[in-house]
C-alpha cells in the first residue's frame, strides 16, 4: 500500500520561505515509472500543480512559481522537500504531495492526506 505524509510548518510569515516534506512509504522513489508531485488547493479555488521532481532527480516547475520552488529528493530516507521563497498571502493553501505517471493532479494515483499552510503576519 503506497502511503505519502507531509509535514512542515503550518503557519508562515509573508516573505519567508515555506518549507514541506513527503514521506513516501510502500514505494521507492528511485521508481522510474512515476513523478512525485506538489498540487495545492487555495482557498475557494481549485488544485493547482507546483512541480515534481522525477527518479533521476530532475524538477520541474510551473511556470507561474518556477522562480520561487526548489523541489529536491533523498531517496535513502524516501522523503521529498518542497521550498517556496518569499511567500505572500496567495500562498495560503492546503498542499498535498502525490505520485502519478505524469504531472499534473489528473495524473497522480496516491495522495497524501494535505497540510494547511497559512502565510500570515
Known amino acids: 500500500q503506497v502511503q505519502l505524509q507531509e509535514s512542515g510548518a503550518g503557519l508562515v510569515k509573508p516573505a519567508q520561505t515555506l518549507s514541506l516534506t513527503c514521506t513516501v512509504s510502500g514505494d521507492s522513489l528511485a521508481n522510474n515509472r512515476y513523478y512525485w508531485s506538489w498540487i495545492r488547493q487555495p482557498p475557494g479555488k481549485g488544485l493547482e500543480w507546483v512541480g515534481a521532481i522525477s527518479y533521476t532527480g530532475s524538477a520541474y516547475y510551473s511556470p507561474s512559481l518556477k522562480s520561487r520552488t526548489s523541489i529536491s529528493s533523498d531517496t535513502s530516507r524516501s522523503q521529498f522537500t518542497l521550498q517556496l521563497t518569499s511567500v505572500t498571502f496567495e500562498d495560503t493553501a492546503i498542499y498535498y504531495c502525490?505520485?502519478?505517471?505524469?504531472?499534473?493532479?489528473?495524473?497522480?494515483?496516491?495522495w497524501g492526506q494535505g497540510t494547511q499552510v497559512t502565510v500570515s503576519s
Open positions: 502525490a505520485r502519478g505517471m505524469g504531472w499534473g493532479a489528473q495524473a497522480a494515483d496516491y
